[in-house]
């Protein structure tokens, strides 16, 4: 009977200390949803008021998605992109790889943010064009990096690099018929 309570005490610490440990995780994954989701929001602000006078006055190609598609996909890649980035953090905090990969998260992150102000901002498809090859570049690095820390948040990432790529090809689309 005693050896029974042990055991069963060791069992349960044991299950404390697993949800402990995967707290962390769930408060890392929620703070990098809402970091993504915060650049995308400021982001959108740029964006929101060239769409209905400047972006609507430009040739499109045929492959040109419709604008309200836009929001709910970006929302979808900011979320992933905030999941992968807190198993990272949690899995990866502790090792040189994984800070190198927070590293390239946050580059990535801030061309993302800065391709809305080139493009719609400074209503400059051509510095938009330059801006998202690096961007597409950095993603490229962050996948590596990530893959390395954790397979998972790696592959979350690749919807985000296939729309970046669409996004490129768009851009320069744009370019090439304004």
């Known amino acids: ?13 044991l ?24 650049v995308g929001f400021l982001s959108s602000i ?5 769409i209905p006078t400047w972006y609507a ?11 309200w598609i836009f929001a709910p996909v970006w929302t979808l890649l900011y979320t992933l992109m905030g999941v992968g980035v807190g ?6 905090r502790r090792h040189l790889w994984g800070k190198t990969a927070l590293y390239h998260f946050a580059a990535q992150l ?3 943010g800065l391709w809305s102000l080139v493009f719609f901002g400074l209503k400059s498809p051509l510095l938009g064009l330059f801006t998202i090859l ?11 990096w990530f893959r390395l820390v954790d ?28």
């Open 1 to 13: 009977m005693f050896y029974s309570i042990i055991i069963r005490n060791e069992i349960f610490l």
């Open 15 to 38: 299950a404390l200390l697993f949800m402990k440990k995967y707290n962390q995780l769930i408060i890392g994954c929620c703070l990098g949803i809402i970091l993504s989701l915060g």
């Open 46 to 50: 740029v964006t929101r008021a060239a």
């Open 57 to 67: 006055s430009l040739e499109k190609p045929f492959f040109s998605p419709p604008n």
């Open 87 to 92: 198993r990272v953090w949690f899995f990866g």
């Open 110 to 112: 801030m061309f993302n």
């Open 134 to 144: 690096i961007l597409w570049v950095l993603i490229q690095r962050t996948i590596f």
């Open 151 to 178: 397979r998972k948040a790696a592959y979350l990432l690749y919807p985000y690099i296939a729309w970046v790529s669409f996004a490129s090809v768009l851009n320069g689309a744009i370019l090439y018929l304004n």
